[in-house]
């Protein structure tokens, strides 16, 4: 008797020590700012390999609702989102400020300019004159455009504007329906490439460092960040093992998105390019995926306030933080 009152207690003792050592995992919801791609495969990448499992976490993928990730982000229906330094920009202006904060840099450097057909003068600013121009009619990317030209002896006034229904950029610009269109190189002026269409380029960036912010960025709920730091840690340590793995596998990590996103498939080669290209940007001269350079981040606020861009001023220095990535 005594020995099986001693198994049932050893028993006992395991079972409870089995249950204890096992941790309900946090869950966490990232809302994307637009449909699957290759800004987002680290994400994608996280999720398949297990890295968010490994750190205890049961994330969900969404895409973003009409409002944006930064409306779901703010309300705490979502703890992380992808957005972008300049969107976020009036959102930090004034006193009462959206409550998000960027907790990572996707994409260490902006890799947005202005792309046209080749040969017909657009590649540099200057060559905008008299040219037909995608325009948003926002004010951000006009004064924007408008610097650059005056940098390179430009006179923006004389850029023809078209309000811009640009879905396709290789169409667009075959057609002749427009010039010149502002793109991010990555995903549009990869596609050109591997169209085989013959284009000029040129970076905003390259021509003046203010121009060199943040986009996109991975934003957290303030509330929440606060109150959960080490879970918010594992999950930009776990997307930082994500993206790193995209920089060493670019081809596995394009399949890795393609799985997730089926309707990319059709477009296999242009994702397989683009990828190999970001390969190349999500850390690029930084120490580290995700790190942001806090001068360049104020730089560009610093520009916005300069120009009064914004209906309020804003401080230059708020909104990011690289509190939360590994060491």
């Known amino acids: 008797m005594k020995k099986i009152i001693a198994l ?8 409870c020590l089995s249950a ?7 869950k966490i919801t990232i809302v994307l700012d637009w449909t699957p791609n290759t800004n987002h495969t680290g994400i994608y990448v996280a999720q398949a390999k297990g890295y968010f499992e490994e750190a205890g976490l049961d994330v969900e993928i969404v895409q973003p609702p009409e409002g944006g990730a930064e409306a779901l ?33 996707v994409i260490q450097h902006n890799t947005s300019g202005i792309i046209s057909r080749k040969g017909e003068g657009m590649h540099t600013p200057k060559g905008l004159e008299g040219k037909k121009y995608a325009t948003w009619d926002m004010e951000v990317e006009k004064e924007t455009i408008r610097d650059v030209m005056k940098a390179d002896g430009g006179n923006f006034d004389l850029v023809e504007l078209i309000p811009s229904t640009v879905t396709d950029e290789v169409s667009a610009l075959k057609s002749g329906s427009v010039d010149a269109i502002w793109i991010f190189y990555g995903w549009a002026g ?5 169209a085989g269409l013959e284009t000029d380029y040129f970076e905003f960036a390259d021509i003046d460092p203010v121009f060199d912010y943040y ?8 509330a929440w960040l606060k109150e959960n730091p080490e879970t918010a840690k594992a999950f930009i340590e776990a997307l930082s093992k994500g993206y790193t793995y ?24 242009l994702v397989y390019a683009s990828q190999e290209y970001l390969a190349s940007e999500y850390i690029s001269d930084a120490s580290k995926w995700g790190e942001f350079d806090p001068e360049r981040w104020a730089a560009f606020y610093n520009w916005l306030n300069e120009k009064n861009l914004l209906e309020a001023k804003i401080d230059p220095n708020f909104g990011f933080t690289n509190d939360y990535l590994p060491e």
């Open 215 to 222: 986009t996109p960025v991975i934003i957290g709920n303030d």
């Open 20 to 26: 204890c050592g096992k941790t309900e995992q946090s």
């Open 8 to 15: 049932l207690m050893s028993v006992a003792i395991i079972f």
């Open 246 to 269: 995209a920089v060493e596998n670019s081809k596995e990590a394009a399949d890795i998105l393609m799985e997730a996103a089926p309707e990319l498939k059709s477009n296999s080669e």
């Open 190 to 194: 990869v596609a050109c490439q591997t």
């Open 73 to 105: 982000v703010a309300s705490g229906k979502a703890q992380f989102g992808v957005s972008f330094q300049d969107s976020l920009a009036p959102a930090f202006a004034g006193d009462s400020a959206v409550p998000v904060t960027a907790v990572a840099a």
